[in-house]
Structure formats: structure tokens, C-alpha cells
């Protein structure tokens, strides 16, 4: 059983910076394309950048210039720097993965985490 756990999240001000990670965890696993997800309150969830498995990046128009996401293959992770950040910001981000193992293919979610950003 394949598992991503996000942290990092918290309350920050306008202007500040947070770094998010997840980690997928489990056994004979290959992670190919990795995503980080937002929904805010009252909000669809959105798309906020995806990273393939050799680092090749997209963003949102709404963070391009603000947020830079990355992946660590040795280490099964993914980042989400986010810097300048806006009241509108604030969100549930969630980290999702396309992996295979030997039984399937399918997209993983984690559990979320929380990024506040106060005016």
C-alpha cells in the first residue's frame, strides 16, 4: 500500500513563505508524474503545479513567479516553495502522484495540509 503524507502548512502573513513537502511511503513503487493540488473555502480544488519525473515543471498563472515545486526521486518526495504569498492563498494543498506498482497504475492523494495566509 502506497501512502503521501504532506507537511509544512501553517499560518503565515502576506508576503511570508512556507515550504510543503510530501513523502510517499510503501514498498516496489514508481512515482511518475507528481501534482500539488489547493481548495480553498467555498472553492473547487484547482491545480496548482506538477513536476514529471525528470523535472519538468508547470504552474498555475495565478503562483507563476511566486511558488517553485520540485521532487527528490532518491527520496520518494516532492516540495512546494512558496513564496510572496496572498490572502488568496490560503488553502488545503494536497499532494497527489501518479504511481505503479506491480498490481496497478493509479493516482495517489494525501491527506492535506493546511496554509493560512492572514493580511
Known amino acids: 500500500q502506497v501512502q503521501l503524507v504532506e507537511s509544512g502548512g501553517g499560518l503565515v502573513q502576506a508576503g511570508g513563505s512556507l515550504r510543503l513537502s510530501c513523502v510517499a511511503s510503501?514498498?516496489?513503487?514508481?512515482?511518475?508524474?507528481m501534482r500539488w493540488y489547493r481548495q480553498g473555502p467555498g472553492k473547487q480544488r484547482e491545480l496548482v503545479a506538477v513536476?514529471?519525473?525528470?523535472?519538468?515543471?508547470d504552474y498555475a498563472d495565478s503562483v507563476k513567479g511566486r511558488f517553485t515545486i520540485s521532487r527528490d526521486n532518491a527520496k520518494n518526495s516532492m516540495y512546494l516553495q512558496m513564496n510572496s504569498l496572498k490572502p488568496e492563498d490560503t488553502a488545503v494543498y494536497f499532494c497527489?502522484?501518479?504511481?505503479?506498482?506491480?498490481?496497478?497504475?493509479?493516482?495517489?492523494w494525501g491527506q492535506g495540509t493546511q496554509v493560512t495566509v492572514s493580511s
Open positions: 510503501g514498498s516496489s513503487f514508481t512515482i511518475n508524474a
Open positions: 497527489n502522484a501518479a504511481i505503479s506498482t506491480i498490481l496497478t497504475s493509479r493516482n495517489y
Open positions: 513536476i514529471s519525473s525528470g523535472g519538468t515543471a
